[in-house]
């Protein structure tokens, strides 16, 4: 049984275009998480839901917008796609959103920008 | 705001060497983490430190934690084919904020 999953695995689009990314944790988590890690290796948080409610949300550009329409799922949509975005994307979970809580994090999503 | 620095950034070992990764942040921790992500996959979580000077064993690996809490690292005894993957310290802050930041990460490649 999969803890984390995300859809889809890839995904490659044109520039300027509007996609979603979904995960699911299974686990009776309340806290879930999405990164960006770039080329370079990176994890870089980007928001954090707990039960949700949006408790984490760094610098991003307003084009990601995370929804969350109950605590076992966290969506991701970005509109007007940028190079720049390419990135592999993970989805992590935590028991709750305390500070000791490890993270179960997803397969990852690749999204390459053409 | 919280920086955690971590190197080297690449390492190679020849099999059976041994191995070390560092942490340093810039504030005081409450916790650290530690991830490993094999090539093409996802972190996966080893294991946390939350005591001042903390020391933690799993079979090979060695993890402690600095008596101020601003440092930590991790020791590879004797590595393994099965090490091969980058290794990420993780840090909360505490205060009320349980974001973890994550170091760049070192990455191990071992050598046959």
């Known amino acids: 049984d999969t803890a984390v999953s995300q859809t889809p695995k890839y995904l490659v689009t044109q520039m300027g275009n509007d996609k979603s990314i979904k995960c699911e944790q299974n686990l009776g988590h309340d806290t879930m998480y999405w990164y960006k890690q770039d080329s370079k290796k990176f994890l870089k948080i980007m928001f954090s839901?707990?039960?949700?409610?949006?408790?984490i949300n760094e610098t991003v550009p307003n084009r990601f917008s995370p929804k969350s329409p109950d605590k076992a799922h966290l969506n991701l949509h970005i509109n007007s796609l940028e190079l720049g975005d390419s990135a592999v994307y993970f989805c992590?979970?935590?028991?709750?959103?305390?500070?000791?809580?490890?993270?179960?994090f997803g397969p990852g999503t690749r999204l390459t920008v053409l | 705001g919280q920086q955690v620095m971590q190197i080297p950034q690449y390492q190679h070992v020849q099999e059976g060497e041994d191995f070390t990764t560092y942490c340093n942040s810039s504030t005081t921790l409450s916790n650290i983490q530690w991830y490993k992500q094999r090539p093409g996959g996802h972190p996966v979580f080893l294991i946390q430190l939350v005591k001042s000077g903390e020391v933690k064993k799993q079979k090979r690996l060695t993890f402690q934690f600095g008596e101020a809490k601003k440092n930590s690292s991790l020791h590879i005894t004797a590595t393994q084919t099965t090490d091969v993957g980058t290794y990420f310290c993780a840090g909360t802050r505490g205060a009320g904020s349980y974001q973890l930041t994550f170091g760049k990460g070192t990455k191990l490649s071992v050598i046959p």
């Open positions: 839901y707990n039960n949700k409610e949006l408790i």
């Open positions: 992590a979970s935590s028991q709750w959103a305390g500070e000791s809580n490890e993270q179960f």
